[in-house]
Nanobody, 116 residues
């Protein structure tokens, strides 16, 4: 199992930026396709962005395309989500996990709140 720890969230005004980090411990996440997810109050968890281990293929949800950038540093076993031009509808708890039908145990996530 990999223990996932997300960080970097916070309160930001609309149009602002945040950079989320995801660190895995216990077992390396290298070799796995990874993703960022988010869950807003009263809504189901949804995928935001994903990328293959090599970084050759990246996916973005329609609502974040052109504003968010997913990246990873395999040497540091760390994944990032650069979020620019944030909107109030981006408010949610953000999680990272492997992009799989069998995700690892979910971490605590990091809260992102965007004020209008």
């Amino acid at each position: 199992q990999v223990q996932l720890v997300e960080s970097g969230g916070g309160l930001v005004q609309a149009g602002g930026s945040l950079r989320l980090s995801c660190v895995g411990s216990g077992r390396t996440s290298s070799g796995y396709n990874m993703a960022w997810f988010r869950q807003a109050p009263g809504k189901e968890r949804e995928i935001v962005a994903s990328m293959t281990w090599s970084g050759a293929t990246r996916y973005y949800g329609d609502s974040v395309k052109g504003r968010f950038t997913i990246s990873r540093d395999n040497a540091k076993d760390t994944m990032y989500l650069q979020m620019d031009n944030l909107k109030p509808e981006d408010t949610a708890v953000y999680y990272c996990n492997r992009h799989s039908t069998s995700p690892w145990d979910w971490g605590q996530g990091t809260q992102v709140t965007v004020s209008s």
